[in-house]
């Protein structure tokens, strides 16, 4: 089992920059591939950026490209999103997930605002 917790949210003015941390435990966290989502109003839940258990992968939705960037402190069990140029259409509830070995885990998700 692995638990994911996020922190970091909140509400923010465009051009802003928020950080997310999302905080894992269990013991092969540090061995799972992590990922960031977000689900918008009315959307569906979207992949926004994924790292590899090590941190040598990375890979970002086109949306975000040169925007977001992912990174994980594996001796902290941490995985964070580093989002800076924020736009009104990044407001959405952001979720922390972790694959491993084939298993999906989620946070309970942490609500980004960006107003205009």
């Known amino acids: 089992q692995v638990q994911l917790v996020e922190s970091g949210g909140g509400l923010v003015q465009a051009g802003g920059s928020l950080r997310l941390s999302c905080a894992a435990s269990g013991r092969t966290a540090s061995s799972c591939a992590m990922g960031w989502f977000r689900q918008g109003p009315g959307k569906e839940r979207e992949n926004v950026a994924r790292?590899?258990?090590?941190?040598?992968?990375?890979g970002y939705a086109g949306s975000v490209e040169g925007r977001f960037t992912i990174s994980r402190d594996n001796a902290k069990n941490t995985v964070y999103l580093q989002m800076n140029s924020l736009k009104p259409e990044d407001t959405a509830i952001y979720y922390c997930?972790?694959?491993?070995?084939?298993?999906?885990?989620w946070g309970q998700g942490t609500q980004v605002t960006v107003s205009s």
């Open positions: 790292i590899s258990w090590n941190g040598a992968s990375t």
């Open positions: 997930n972790a694959r491993c070995r084939s298993t999906d885990y």
